[in-house]
């Protein structure tokens, strides 16, 4: 399950866009918001995408984030 409040607070202070995170992982804008909302899951694909646009170097946080 996805940790809603910390992904969000990540895209806030990252600065970048849901519209541009979503299309960056080639999913639709309302798509990423599902899957933030947990309404969706996270593609293994998409979290690496997610970590690579965030900069989420470290392994526990990811976990912490996505698992």
């Known amino acids: 399950m996805t940790n809603s409040i910390m992904i969000e607070e990540l895209i806030k202070s990252s600065g970048l866009k849901k519209g541009y995170i ?3 992982l080639f ?3 309302q798509s990423l918001i599902n899957k933030i909302s947990n309404k969706n899951e996270f ?10 646009l965030l900069k989420i170097t470290n392994s526990k946080l990811k976990e912490k984030i996505f698992y």
């Open 22 to 24: 979503a299309k960056s």
């Open 27 to 29: 999913i639709s804008r």
């Open 43 to 52: 593609k293994p694909s998409e979290i690496e995408g997610m970590c690579k």
